[in-house]
């Protein structure tokens, strides 16, 4: 068929200080329970113990890629990598789209990631890589007039269903929620005094939801094999369902130790900051994890989450993508190894259900009693909207 070319690929982030929520959904205001005394890495340090913000988890900013074809059809997505993904995307990638055909996806992407494979291969370079691709596959839909989820092969089931991450999993229960997934607030440098904070946490949640609702604690990075296997078997008996992204996503070996010692029947998940089919290789071949998680946005893109997926299949692992809306949706309704999906509850104290992109999206659907229906899905490309009262700022035309 004769689709028309790629015109132009545009970068933004957003103008001055009105950059928070959306996609860089960590940047929100004061009190928000997405960044109170989160255990992380940095706890070590008692002057960014309290605040996720106070290191910079927020520096960066939301990127937006608009793909505009000949015929002046624009594609559009929106992840995290601020003004230096936008260098990235208009200096470097934009050669290897403009003049060419859309759908000549799996070329593109080969060429954005071996071309910038001397100074990438994993972090910023590969969020700016996601951002393409996704709004590559949204110009596709629009052009095509169907969903992407329709492109990647139809609906394996005829809705999705959600567990809720956030800090009131008790709310989430009352809210149609399957599960709740916890922050951990204490990390090791707090000692047995905050592992028993962790675990009387977990305590009181299980009392207040029941047996029957899943309870899972994500450790953000923060903890070493050792205090991570005492949370796991401490808070075994209250149910704890999996624990996540326990220690360094680098520590492949840490995490193969890690899935040997946590109790039967417990899951063991990470991915939400590995990318691309390399490293969840690493992590799959050596028996890391019970599911992987890699986030859409981060990983490379749906171009590259079909290939990470086919993988997992072939491990027996389970693919449930980290956050990410519309993005990972139109992905998870189609995979029959991606059986829930994640919603991050972005309402400052968790107690009521909000899109996870606002205010950078329109339309964006969000779960009704923690499930969303296919037909919810069935616009154009990813079939959201860019809000034209955010104001855009393009600091690199090429």
């Not at 494979?117 to 110009?139: E, F, H, P, T």
């Not at 305590?203 to 005492?230: I, K, Q």
């Not at 109790?263 to 990470?270: I, N």
């Amino acid at each position: 068929m004769g689709y028309p070319k790629i015109k132009q690929v545009r970068a933004y982030v957003i103008k001055g200080g009105e950059g928070g929520g959306g996609a860089d959904y960590h940047d929100q205001g004061e009190g928000h329970w997405i960044d109170n005394h989160i255990a992380t890495s940095m706890g070590r340090y008692p002057e960014y113990r309290q605040s996720r913000k106070s290191f910079g988890i927020n520096v960066l900013g939301t990127l937006v890629v608009e793909i505009e074809a000949d015929d002046g059809t624009v594609g559009f997505a929106v992840t995290t990598g601020g003004e230096p993904a936008c260098y990235m995307v208009e200096k470097h990638f934009a050669r290897f789209l403009e003049g060419r055909n859309p759908f000549e996806y799996e070329r593109i992407w080969d060429q954005m990631y071996f071309g910038s494979q001397y100074y990438g291969r994993k972090g910023i370079v590969v969020n700016a890589i996601s951002g393409v691709d996704l709004a590559l596959w949204d110009l596709m839909g629009k052009l095509r007039q169907e969903p992407v989820y329709h492109m990647l092969g139809g609906a394996v089931r005829d809705e999705l269903q959600f567990y809720a991450t956030g800090a009131r999993p008790d709310l989430a229960k009352e809210m149609g929620f399957i599960g709740g997934k916890l922050p951990l607030y204490h990390g090791p440098i707090e000692g047995d005094e905050g592992l028993k904070k962790n675990v009387e946490l977990i305590a009181d949640m299980r009392s207040r939801v029941g047996e029957d609702f899943w309870l899972m604690y994500d450790c953000w990075m923060a903890l070493d094999v050792n205090y991570a296997t005492r949370l796991a078997h401490k808070c075994h008996e209250y149910g704890l369902k999996w624990i996540e992204e326990a220690i360094n996503p680098d520590d492949y070996w840490g995490y193969q130790q890690l899935k040997k010692n946590v109790p039967a029947g417990m899951l063991v998940t990470t991915g939400e900051h590995e990318s691309t089919r390399w490293g969840f290789k690493m992590l799959l071949e050596m028996g890391c994890c019970d599911i992987i998680q890699p986030d859409v946005g981060w990983c490379g893109g749906v171009t590259e989450l079909l290939k990470i997926s086919a993988l997992a299949d072939a491990h027996g692992a389970l693919v449930v993508p980290h956050g990410s809306s519309v993005y990972s949706y139109h992905f998870v309704i189609t995979r029959h190894n991606s059986p829930f999906a994640e919603f991050l509850m972005m309402a400052p104290k968790a107690d009521h259900v909000a899109p996870m992109f606002h205010p950078q999206l329109l339309n964006e659907p969000i779960p009704e009693k923690g499930r969303l229906k296919v037909t919810a899905l069935d616009k154009p490309g990813f079939g959201v909207d860019l809000n034209p009262e955010v104001k855009l700022y393009r600091p690199y035309e090429h």
